[in-house]
């Protein structure tokens, strides 16, 4: 069973401030895929990356696929509260989808 | 457009008891998903429909739990006898292309 690897889970950080969340998997894939998740709520699409070396943004995220690494990065830049959420990478592997655990971020003022 | 729907919202049962979730997807999408997923972690893949026919189920136990999707439409899960364990949210998501998924609200089962 492929695994899906995100770290940090659970993240803290001062508004205005950048950081990366990454997500490891354990074997080839040809989707990767990032969510977003808040309280009590349903999974928003955000990204998805195609093919090695993509890179897309929108707004203070961008997520960025590494292939041959296996390593996917979500980077937010100048956090604000309204990204305070759970983000969750998700790798497709043949008809199966495989989820990380989630990263729980929160954006203090 | 109008997104998935999903009902029950909320459902409380005793441990062996039946209980089944019902999902339509977005209008025009062929592909459908239903995931499981418990307090803090990652929605786990159940069983994916493509029109009525089932492409991938090998995460679906099998001995309690089944899903059908007649017509190609709406879709049915249904969890017979239920476990405590089962106590998760139950996601359907549909899609055009494997690409983008859309989640539906989800239901909420608490087995006793």
């Known amino acids: 069973e492929l695994k899906v690897e995100q770290n940090p889970l659970f993240l803290s950080m001062q508004e205005g401030k950048n950081y990366t969340i990454y997500c490891n998997y354990s074997t080839t894939s040809d989707r990767l895929y990032w969510y977003r998740q808040d309280p009590g709520k349903s999974l928003e699409s955000l990204f998805v990356?195609?093919?090695?070396?993509a890179v897309k943004q929108e707004g203070r995220l961008m997520a960025s696929l590494d292939t041959k690494a296996r390593l996917s990065t979500l980077h937010i830049t100048a956090a604000v509260h309204d990204l305070s959420a759970t983000y969750f990478c998700?790798?497709?592997?043949?008809?199966?989808?495989?989820f990380g655990t989630g990263t729980s971020l929160t954006v203090i003022p | 457009e109008a997104g998935v729907a999903q009902s029950p919202r909320y459902k409380i049962i005793e441990k062996r008891q039946s209980v089944a979730f019902w999902c339509n997807p977005i209008?025009?999408?062929?592909?459908l998903y239903w995931y499981q997923q418990i307090l803090g972690q990652g929605p786990k893949l159940l069983i994916q429909?493509?029109?009525?026919?089932?492409?991938?189920d090998s995460q679906l136990p099998k001995d309690r739990f089944s899903a059908e999707r007649l017509k190609g439409v709406d879709s049915t899960l249904k969890i017979q006898p239920a476990k405590l364990e089962d106590s998760a949210v139950y996601l359907c998501?549909?899609?055009?292309?494997?690409?983008?998924?859309?989640f539906g609200p989800g239901t909420r089962l608490l087995v006793l």
């Open positions: 209008s025009g999408h062929a592909t």
């Open positions: 998700a790798v497709r592997a043949g008809n199966q989808f495989y």
């Open positions: 990356l195609l093919s090695n070396g």
């Open positions: 998501a549909s899609s055009r292309a494997p690409e983008t998924q859309y």
């Open positions: 429909f493509q029109n009525n026919g089932v492409v991938d």
